[in-house]
């Protein structure tokens, strides 16, 4: 006796790779169904988010302020160059805003120990740095500390948030060519 077939089923889809070797170009056909194909993307995503997360590298910009001398010496009330005890004129010191790049190592370690270390820091204390270069920086303050952390947190919740999106984009597919035109 026949069954009756159940044509809302679905159908696997059948996904073609085409594998290039040496010379010659093969095309392989690979029957996998949507899961199957969705299962392999979400664990591949997986290796990839955490070769990112390993070491993740943080590129920022502290705001800081130098003093240099300006070109004019400082004058009295009368217009006069003010001397000092040389007879030579006082220069006028200015503060001068600059960007001070610093690249650091993004890890959870990372970010953790910058925070312990900013909060054990004096409000007007310095502290050095080692940068993802394994270049020292001196001088940085309980301020640029903060932003320092903050930003590896900041690189932290941007990597999950790229890995869920990826993971939403994977999951929602209704079709393997949805799942074909995924990348990271």
């Known amino acids: 006796m026949l069954k009756p077939v159940n044509i809302e089923q679905p159908v696997p889809q059948v996904i073609e790779r085409v594998i290039v070797k040496t010379e010659q170009i093969e ?9 199957e ?4 993307l ?12 390993q070491k993740p ?27 000092d005890e040389n007879g030579e004129p006082v220069m006028v010191m200015i503060e001068e ?15 953790d120990d910058f925070k312990t270390e900013w909060e054990m820091m004096p409000e007007e204390g310095v502290t050095t740095v080692r940068d993802a270069d394994n270049a020292f920086h001196y001088d940085v303050t309980k301020t640029e500390m903060e932003t320092i952390w903050k930003a590896i947190a900041e690189n932290g919740r941007l990597l999950y948030q790229w890995k869920w999106s990826k993971e939403a984009e994977i999951t929602q597919a209704t079709t393997i060519q949805e799942l074909e035109v995924i990348s990271w």
């Open 27 to 35: 095309t392989i056909k690979i029957l996998k169904t949507l899961e």
């Open 37 to 40: 194909y969705k299962a392999q």
């Open 42 to 53: 979400l664990s591949e995503l997986k290796a990839e988010f955490e070769v990112r997360a």
């Open 57 to 83: 590298r943080v590129e920022l910009v502290l705001p800081r302020v130098r003093l240099v001398e300006s070109t004019e010496p400082l004058v009295d009330e009368n217009g006069d160059a003010v001397l």
């Open 97 to 111: 805003a600059y960007d001070y790049p610093l690249a650091v190592d993004g890890g959870r370690t990372n970010k």
